[in-house]
């Protein structure tokens, strides 16, 4: 179990059938069923980087990862909580790699309150994960994701990742560990994210809002609908958020109630 509460909840959010196997000085994590996962299949390290780590890291990387044909990035991460980067940047920046930085923020249900401008004008449920019920609504999903996807992502790659990823999450859910939440505008998604519960902890998953309906108070309302929610119908007694340290959103959950608790890094090399 890493140390990280961010990095032991991103093994929660993982598919059923992933694999963690202990090496000496690091994790290996598998998603066999999603193999484009790039935070779904990496080599979580005890310390960050020193000199020389790239090339070795980079060789092990390849030996666990030489029976997977669709692995075609690299992904690195070390367990330390106080935003240690090492000679992270130095010795991965000039290989094509990017430095992830992750706030990882806590709350109790009992600490998440009500924004005082959340939307009251979208309705907010859970979704079915059974297959063939609410299928129109996860489309929309679907597409959300794909909309925010970023510009370093190509459209075609990420619909096939975010589908297996959605697929995963609803195995999770039909099992019985949190659910899938939308923000509805009438029948249209205008926001969605996902929590997995394991155990008493929950882990919010790809928190998002439709650009044109940015900055109506419908993701501060989501978040908090979700938070209790899980706490209620899954037994959710400590709740994780993950958020880049540069983005707006770090300040709208600190205002729900959520406070920073780790900073974590990794880096990744996408194909």
């Known amino acids: ?20 196997e202990r090496r000496d000085g690091f994790v290996v994590v598998r998603s066999p069923s ?3 996962h790039f935070w779904g299949n990496l080599l979580l390290f005890d310390d ?9 890291w980079e060789q092990l990387f390849d030996g666990e990862f030489a029976d997977e044909p669709l692995v075609h990035h690299r992904t ?3 367990d330390r909580v106080d935003g240690a980067v090492g000679d992270g940047l130095a010795e991965f920046a000039d290989r094509g ?9 806590l709350a109790t249900p009992q600490q998440i309150r009500a924004h005082p401008r959340e939307s009251r004008a979208v309705e ?9 019920v609410d299928e129109e609504l996860w489309q929309q999903v679907l597409e959300l994701q794909v909309a925010d996807r970023g510009e370093r992502h190509e459209e075609a790659p990420y619909r096939v990742f975010g589908r297996a990823r959605l697929a995963d999450l609803r195995a999770l859910f039909r099992a019985g560990r949190g659910a899938w939440y939308v923000a509805l505008d009438g029948n249209l998604v205008v926001g969605s994210c996902g929590v997995v519960v394991t155990g008493k902890r929950g882990r919010f998953q790809t928190v998002g809002t439709a650009a044109a309906q940015r900055r109506r108070g419908i993701c501060s309302r989501l978040v908090v609908e ?8 899954h037994g959710a007694r400590k709740l994780v958020i993950a958020a880049d340290p540069d983005y707006h959103a770090l300040g709208l959950y600190e205002s ?14 996408q194909p």
């Open 1 to 20: 179990m890493p140390r990280s509460l961010v990095w032991a909840t991103d093994l929660d959010v993982l598919p059923l059938d992933h694999v963690v």
């Open 34 to 36: 999603n193999p484009r």
């Open 48 to 56: 960050p980087p020193d000199a020389g780590a790239a090339a070795r």
């Open 76 to 78: 690195f991460a070390w």
């Open 97 to 105: 790699y990017e430095l992830e930085e992750t706030v990882g923020l």
């Open 124 to 132: 907010v449920r859970a979704l079915e994960p059974a297959d063939g």
């Open 226 to 233: 979700a938070a209790h929610h899980a706490a209620e119908h």
């Open 256 to 269: 729900l109630g959520f406070r920073r608790a780790e900073r974590v890094c990794g880096v990744c090399r």
